[in-house]
């Protein structure tokens, strides 16, 4: 157990450098996002319109859906947010460790002979993993197709990494 908790902080490491490179320094997440027309009017709009915190639809009952009606599926904060950057990147690293906690609790079940076979394990969970979290956006609410491939391969090439480390690590073991 002391080895899958030293592996799991490792993995969530190598997974939280991912997510800043892939945020921070790599532009592709901004490539599949639009920016409104005018800010400030849907802000307001929002604000007059959405008086709480949460998730809204547009339209908000399935029988208005339709060819002509604007559709949206937005996480609204009326009020903002404070962001406290530290506060977000410590949460985000818990995150990432636990994460990587439950996967390497599959991986000690599911390790195979060599190392490779231990990274593919790790790519394969990452496919599963953005796929099932991502692809019902796509599906349901008609997220655009590269916003879903962006992330769904952000996703896979962090896991992809960690499992170049915890499998070459896992190695020295034996």
Do not use: C
């Not at 709480?52 to 339709?66: M, N, Q, W």
């Not at 993993?129 to 991502?134: A, L, T």
């Not at 391969?153 to 070459?168: E, P």
């Amino acid at each position: 157990m002391k080895r899958t908790i030293a592996l799991s902080l490792v993995a969530g490491v190598v997974l939280f450098v991912w997510g800043f490179i892939s945020w921070a320094l790599l532009p592709w997440h901004m490539m599949v996002a639009n920016k409104f027309t005018s800010e400030a009017a849907v802000s307001q709009a929002l604000k007059d319109n959405a008086p709480k915190t949460g998730v809204y639809y547009l339209p908000y009952s399935e029988k208005d859906h339709g060819p002509d009606q604007v559709g949206a599926f937005a996480n609204v904060l009326p009020r903002g947010t404070d962001m406290n950057m530290g506060v977000q990147m410590a949460t985000g690293l818990v995150i990432q460790v636990l994460s990587a906690f439950l996967v390497l609790v599959l991986f000690n079940k599911a390790k195979g002979p060599d190392y490779w076979g231990n990274v593919g394990f790790f790519a394969l969970v990452g496919l599963a993993i953005g796929f099932v979290s991502h692809a019902p956006y796509w599906n349901w609410f008609g997220f655009p197709t590269a916003y879903v491939m962006v992330t769904i391969t952000d996703i896979v090439i962090g896991w992809t990494l960690a499992g170049l480390v915890v499998s070459k690590l896992a190695e020295k073991k034996a």
